[in-house]
C-alpha cells in the first residue's frame, strides 16, 4: 500500500524554524521525486518545493525561495523540508506527494499521484 505520512508541524512565532519530514512505503522511493505542497485556508493548494529522485534538481516557489530547503534521504525513504524564516503568511497545512510516475519532475500539483494526510504549520506574528 502505497503511503505518506508528514509530520513536524506545529506553532510557532514569526522569524522561527520547522523542519518536516515524510516518510514513504509502498513503492520505490528511490526512484520518485517528492514535492512539499501547503494549502491555506480559503485558498487553493499550492506548489512549495520539490526534488528529483537523486537529489540532483531541486525546485523552489518565489514565496519560499532562500527561507526553505528541500532534501531526501533514499537509503531512510524520507523526503524533508527545513522551513527558516518563517511568516504568518506561511500557516497552511502542508502535503507531501509523489507523482504518478517513476523519473518525472514535480513542480505544480497536477499529475501527483499520492498525497498524504498533511501536517498543520502554524506561525504566529
Known amino acids: 500500500q502505497v503511503q505518506l505520512a508528514e509530520s513536524g508541524g506545529g506553532l510557532v512565532q514569526a522569524g522561527g524554524s520547522l523542519r518536516l519530514s515524510c516518510a514513504a512505503s509502498g513503492f520505490n522511493f528511490i526512484n520518485y521525486a517528492m514535492g512539499w505542497f501547503r494549502q491555506a485556508p480559503g485558498k487553493e493548494r499550492e506548489f512549495v518545493s520539490s526534488i528529483t529522485w537523486d537529489s540532483g534538481r531541486v525546485y523552489y516557489a518565489d514565496s519560499v525561495k532562500g527561507r526553505f530547503t528541500i532534501s531526501r534521504d533514499n537509503a531512510k525513504n524520507t523526503v524533508f523540508l527545513q522551513m527558516n524564516g518563517l511568516k504568518p503568511e506561511d500557516t497552511a497545512v502542508y502535503y507531501c506527494?509523489?507523482?504518478?510516475?517513476?523519473?518525472?519532475?514535480?513542480?505544480?500539483?497536477?499529475?501527483?499521484?499520492?498525497w498524504g494526510k498533511g501536517t498543520l504549520v502554524i506561525i504566529s506574528s
Open positions: 506527494a509523489a507523482p504518478k510516475s517513476p523519473l518525472v519532475e514535480v513542480t505544480t500539483r497536477y499529475g501527483m499521484g499520492t
